[in-house]
């Protein structure tokens, strides 16, 4: 067994996809659209879904406004030089919200950006 995907709801698509491709360097994978049922699927991911997790990304078209609960944590993604890859990020308008810095308790460098539609995603820098 392994893990496949994530999904995420978006409610902007072009939005999402411009953060997860262009700010957080993954690639765009595969998309689809569903016209019967309304939606556009998109896949992307730092590697191929054959052998990595990857992310979907579910734009219902429509009414697409989401109440994120309190139940969601964050994704985690490793990052090589985390100074340097969080001031691309907010050089390029994202929301780092937490700057980088060894996480309470610990030595692991750690920050968190939001994406377009506030999921948080941890980076952690590579050892």
Known sequence: MRML???LRV???????HFYTQLMGMRLLRQ???QEY??????VGYGEESNSTVLE???NWGDNTYDKGNAYGHIAIEVDDIYAFC????SNGADVYREPGPVKGGSTVIAF???PDGYAIELIQAK
């Open 38 to 43: 309304e939606y556009t699927l998109a896949f």
């Open 32 to 34: 689809s659209e569903n």
């Open 113 to 115: 950006v939001r994406d």
């Open 57 to 59: 990304l579910t734009y």
């Open 87 to 90: 001031d691309r990020l907010k």
């Open 11 to 17: 409610e902007d698509l072009e939005a999402s996809l």
């Open 5 to 7: 995907h994530t999904m």
